[in-house]
């Protein structure tokens, strides 16, 4: 399992069309994804439970990514979030 | 005799028109529980799921063209119907017994109830959207038909709430207002009514008790006003309110887009003064180029303990995404012995505008002050912001100001938080002890804003709120002009920035004088901006 802290830097946070693209994202990927904000933990595969956290511009997620291929998942998972969710700053 | 009632109004528009009333029926959710085997129930439901995406899709390709901002609702909606946490609620209450329709009444519930205790309100608002799917849903799985809103002449639709789904069959072109018991300004009614540019006011409390089909009202969204039957009078007012806005309108088409440059060849900025987030908007509707004056006072008054820093930090970094590029000047808190603050125990003074206001009291409440400065700095890395400082007499104020700053500075860089390390600072000149004295100061700023308004009362030693001695209020008084004068002269010849963001930037008359004089920038109230463009493109050009 691996375990990382980051921070959400996009505009409107995982909302709408970012979380969509997040949870399109890590669908791709055999391994569990769970994303943690304020100690509440959820699938990261599922829109209404990355939605149900209500991150925003400038909050920080924990993502604990546990499976195959971890490693990968972290990786292109980490380059979405940092470029912004494809919305920009 | 009409009613008025009061909600929140959105889109800065009035309407006048007949109403029509959309009501849904209750659905009828039949047996809680059933013996039907888990097999065939799921068979129905993933059927019923099936129906209901193909339904949703053709809601968004039917509406992709023409409104593609509603239509991405729906592509939302349907990703909610693929989400595994919903579709697994939906088998484990099948599991236990419960008939389809209760399974996605208690999934859609449950979801809900999540959503809405998410203290962001666009968060909270998406329990809506998971509403409005489940009851698509529903009614696919007990062959229901949808309800749709039809109407073949301009109606102001009253509604409970709207769902995308209530709207998005609806023939738009007939549709001039809203009226919602529910909602808020970030609702999908509030949302639809801006990409349509109709007036709509939400969040009004019992309006359907009050209005049956045909009634008329008028919508003031201004002042979030539902009238009910009005009176002659309030009629004539309104469709008066609404001439002068077309007017302002086709003068803002012509003008918008065109920058004021004299035929001296000087550009002339064109800013707006505002106080809030909302007046933001409109300031940018209205072609202004940056903020000369953002009132940050709306964040102080009316409550029994100064705003946190968090609170603050967001309110200027909204404003300054509004703005992007352009600039925003904050005005820091400008606030003196004419204002009760729970929280300040200022003292009361004899001659309150003589007195502990503007960057004084600041000076002496540290913390008050140091807190603002460190929400403006860590707002600045999200656009152009600059600082100003109020009601500045002397040198030493400012060098003061300067020092705290400095040392918030240090602070934020300590605690690693990002802010524009270049931010700007300037002064208002409101005082003609420091007009007077301007080059002594000027090394220590960046830009002036004379404070037309309070210049003018302190020149004439004339309380500018008592109206005995309302007619020493005298703008074009030479006194006035060769402090301006000498103002801008100074500035210039030190290469800063000078502009005006008092009453006399939005006076047909002032403007002219202000050009003549080479300002640099000129900050009005937004709705004045169509008007003095006009007349300063018409004059100089």
Known sequence: ?89 | MSTHLKGIGITDQIAIGKVIIFEKKDIDLSNERDELPYEVKEKLLLRSIEKTKKEIETLYENLKERNPQEAEIFNFHKALLEDEYFLDKLKKYLKENFSASWAVKKAVDEISLEFENIENELFRERAKDIKDVGEKLIKNLLGYKESTIDIKSPRIIVARDLAPSDTATLDKSNVIGFITEFGSPTSHTAILAQALGIPAIVGVKDVLNYLKNNDEVILDTKNGLVIINPSQEEKEYYYQKIKEEEIIKRELENTKNIPVITSKGKRIKIFANIGDFEEGILALKYGAEGVGLFRTEFLFLNRNSPPSEEEQFLAYRKVAELFREKPVIIRTIDIGGDKKIPYLNLEKENNPFLGIRGLRLCLREKDLFKTQLRAILKASYYGNIKIMYPMVSIKEEIEEANNILEEVKRELEKEEEKYNEKIEVGIMVEVPSIALSLEEVIDLISFVSIGSNDLIQYTFAADRTLEKVNYLYLPKHPAILKLIKHVINVCHENKKEVGVCGEIAGDLEMVTILAELEIDELSMAPTKIPLIKKILLNLLN
């Open chain 1, 1 to 89: 399992m691996i375990i990382e802290k980051l921070k959400i830097i996009n505009k409107t946070g995982l909302h709408a069309r970012p979380a969509t693209l997040f949870v399109d994202k890590s669908k791709k990927f055999k391994s569990e994804i769970f994303i943690e904000k304020n100690g509440k933990s959820v699938n990261a595969k599922s829109l209404i439970n990355i939605l149900s956290l209500g991150v925003e511009q400038g909050q920080e997620i924990i993502l604990k990514i546990n499976g195959p291929d971890e490693v990968e998942a972290l990786e292109e998972l980490k380059k979405l979030i940092e470029s912004g969710l494809e919305e920009g700053e």
